[in-house]
């Protein structure tokens, strides 16, 4: 894995939550707003389950995969925090914090660290390179 991939666990994870969490709300406004259409047209007994019950059952696997999501994002930070903490060069460091764990853009980090973004970009570079030499060096202690 490389160490972009690495740091960008939580990222895509949480996005992962955000969009279970959007489904959700999805789902409970159509299990809220039952509408009931009269026909007159009988209707099949063995049609099965309601919208609205499949659409708390949906609600609740979700919920139980957020929940799961979470516990994995709480872990995946912790290990992206044990390794940026390994980085010897406080500014990478920080630089890794604001961007990774802190979701910051690269604007908000340029005027952070007080630097322009070409030298941002290199500080990136050099930063992904310590948590790569940081990764590498954990892979064969293991």
């Given at each position: 894995?490389?160490?972009?991939?690495f740091?960008?666990?939580?990222?895509?994870?949480?996005?992962?939550?955000?969009?279970?969490?959007?489904?959700?709300?999805?789902?409970?406004?159509?299990?809220?707003?039952?509408?009931?259409?009269?026909t007159g047209?009988?209707?099949?007994p063995?049609?099965?389950?309601?919208?609205?019950?499949?659409a708390?059952?949906?609600?609740?696997?979700?919920?139980?995969?957020?929940?799961?999501?979470?516990?994995?994002?709480?872990?995946?930070?912790?290990?992206?925090?044990d390794?940026?903490?390994?980085?010897?060069?406080?500014?990478?460091?920080?630089?890794l914090?604001?961007?990774?764990?802190?979701?910051?853009?690269?604007?908000?980090?340029?005027?952070?660290?007080?630097?322009?973004?070409r030298?941002?970009?290199?500080?990136?570079?050099?930063?992904?390179?310590?948590?790569?030499?940081?990764?590498?060096?954990?892979?064969?202690?293991?």
């Amino acid at each position: 894995m490389t160490a972009k991939d690495f740091l960008n666990q939580a990222y895509l994870l949480d996005q992962r939550i955000k969009s279970k969490s959007e489904q959700i709300q999805s789902l409970n406004e159509l299990a809220t707003s039952c509408t009931a259409t009269m026909t007159g047209m009988p209707h099949n007994p063995n049609r099965g389950t309601s919208r609205m019950a499949d659409a708390v059952c949906k609600i609740i696997d979700l919920q139980n995969e957020i929940a799961s999501d979470m516990d994995r994002l709480v872990q995946i930070k912790k290990d992206i925090v044990d390794v940026i903490s390994k980085v010897e060069d406080v500014e990478l460091r920080i630089l890794l914090e604001q961007r990774y764990l802190c979701g910051a853009t690269w604007e908000e980090i340029t005027m952070n660290l007080y630097h322009n973004r070409r030298w941002i970009f290199r500080l990136h570079d050099k930063a992904l390179d310590a948590v790569q030499q940081i990764l590498d060096g954990n892979e064969r202690s293991h």
